[in-house]
C-alpha cells in the first residue's frame, strides 16, 4: 500500500469526515515535514511518537482545515451521568460528530501483526468503541476510534536503514491485516494511514536503545445516537 491513503464506508452525511481523514494525513506530513533538517533533510520530530492527547489534536486541526469547527475535551454527558467530558467534537455546522479515542502502540520485536492486531489493536478499538456508545450529546454520530502506532526497537549491531527497512516492513504488514481483517470484514468503518517518507530515519533514545515509529494509522467506527441504530 502507499505510505498515505484512506478508505471510508459511505453513510449518509459522511462527506465531510472523509474530507477530514485527508486533511489529518496531510497534517501529520505537514508536522513532520516542518521539523526537517533542511529542505532535503530527516525530520527530527513526528507527532505519532507522542501519546493520545496531542494526535487528537492533529485531528481536531484537521476537522478546522476541511472547513468545520472542533472542540477537544468538550462537555458531554455520559449514560447515567450527568457531566462528562468527551475526546473531541467536530461538525461542518450540518453534521456533528463526538468521538472518543484511544492510542494503541504495537512493539514489533515482541508480536507478529496478527497477534498485534487482536491482542493489542482490537481491544483499544473495543474499548474506544465502548466508551463512544456512552457518549449522550445532540450529535449526528459518535465514532470510537484508535491511533494505532507500529514501534520497532532497533537490534543491536542492526544498521539504521536495516531496520528502517524492517520497521516500514512491519507497518505495512499490520496495515494489511487490517485492512483485511477488520475494514473488508466491516469490523471498522473506516481507516487512514500515514508513513511519512522524511521521517525514514528518525529514531528515539529509549534507555540503552533506539525506538523507531515508521508511520500511523487512524481506525474506527461509525455509531448512531441512542434512538438511532447502531
Known sequence: ??????????FNGTAFFRSVLQEWG??????SEFHRDGDAGEAWDVCFSYKERPNVGILASAASRAGGISLVEYESSRRGRNWARGDLFFSDQKVGYEAEVKLARVNSNMQASRDALYDVVVPSLNEAVKAARNLNR?????????????RVVRDQNESLNSASDRAFGFYQSLLGEIRSELYERNRVHFMSWVAPECSRQFWLKEGDGKVH???????GRFLRLPNRDD
Not at 500500500?1 to 459511505?10: I, S
Not at 515509529?213 to 481506525?219: A, H
Request: proline residues 8%.
Open 213 to 219: 515509529y515508521p508511520g500511523i494509522m487512524l481506525i
Open 138 to 150: 445532540n450529535s449526528d454520530y459518535r465514532l470510537g476510534i484508535t491511533f494505532v502506532v507500529p
Open 1 to 10: 500500500m502507499p505510505r498515505y491513503g484512506l478508505a471510508v464506508k459511505e
Open 26 to 31: 496531510l497534517q501529520v506530513m505537514r508536522y
